[in-house]
T-cell receptor
Framework: SQKIEQNSEALNIQEGKTATLTCNYTNYSPAYLQWYRQDPGRGPVFLLLIRENEKEKRKERLKVTFDTTLKQSLFHITASQPADSATYLCALVKGGKLIFGQGTELSVKP | DTGVSQNPRHKITKRGQNVTFRCDPISEHNRLYWYRQTLGQGPEFLTYFQNEAQLEKSRLLSDRFSAERPKGSFSTLEIQRTEQGDSAMYLC????????????FGPGTRLLVL
């Protein structure tokens, strides 16, 4: 079955630095992959979608890459801020439904 | 666009009781999804509807779980004879079809079974 894995350890970085989160997947070749942000006690919020024919996608301080050979997506937040602290989820789409990784908790210290 | 809403936001129940959750999707969204999330994990797919038709159910959805979307608008998720293992956050999401892959999530219903 499809498996999607993210860094299980929390990522702690200093304000202003770039945060890089990793998402690896196996047993599937998704047409696209999505990244969501989730704050404690709330539902996930969509951030970015990247298609298999796109190597990179940007939105403001966010950048996502998609390497279908490595079966990996990287999610970058540049000039990070304490307000970026949250759990970030990657998800692949299969048959309309989302299959999520376990999420990586990011903490940005001032 | 008022977003996806879910009620109640929190539910505490005793083992063996039945509970029902409601989800109101974004108006005009054809697809409605239910997910379950436990602490430290990502959401897990349970089931989804296109309009009033239930198109897929996960193996996670035991016979004690039933979902409906009778008029293609709001949906309900019922859990019968709750067990402590049912304690989780139940999330609802909706999306436009066709061609809209982004799902918009509600705030979730947190269930605690004592």
């Amino acid at each position: 079955s499809q498996k999607i894995e993210q860094n299980s350890e929390a990522l702690n970085i200093q304000e202003g630095k770039t945060a890089t989160l990793t998402c690896n997947y196996t047993n599937y070749s998704p047409a696209y992959l999505q990244w969501y942000r989730q704050d404690p006690g709330r539902g996930p919020v969509f951030l970015l979608l990247i298609r298999e024919n796109e190597k990179e996608k940007r939105k403001e301080r966010l950048k996502v890459t998609f390497d279908t050979t490595l079966k990996q997506s990287l999610f970058h937040i540049t000039a990070s801020q304490p307000a970026d602290s949250a759990t970030y989820l990657c998800a692949l789409v299969k048959g309309g439904k989302l299959i999520f990784g376990q999420g990586t908790e990011l903490s940005v210290k001032p | 666009d008022t977003g996806v809403s879910q009620n109640p936001r929190h539910k505490i129940t005793k083992r063996g009781q039945n509970v029902t959750f409601r989800c109101d999707p974004i108006s005009e969204h054809n697809r409605l999804y239910w997910y379950r999330q436990t602490l430290g994990q990502g959401p897990e797919f349970l089931t989804y509807f296109q309009n009033e038709a239930q198109l897929e159910k996960s193996r996670l959805l035991s016979d004690r779980f039933s979902a409906e979307r009778p008029k293609g608008s709001f949906s309900t998720l019922e859990i019968q004879r709750t067990e402590q293992g049912d304690s989780a956050m139940y999330l609802c999401a909706s999306s436009l079809m066709p061609g809209q892959e982004t799902q918009y999530f509600g705030p979730g219903t947190r269930l605690l079974v004592l």
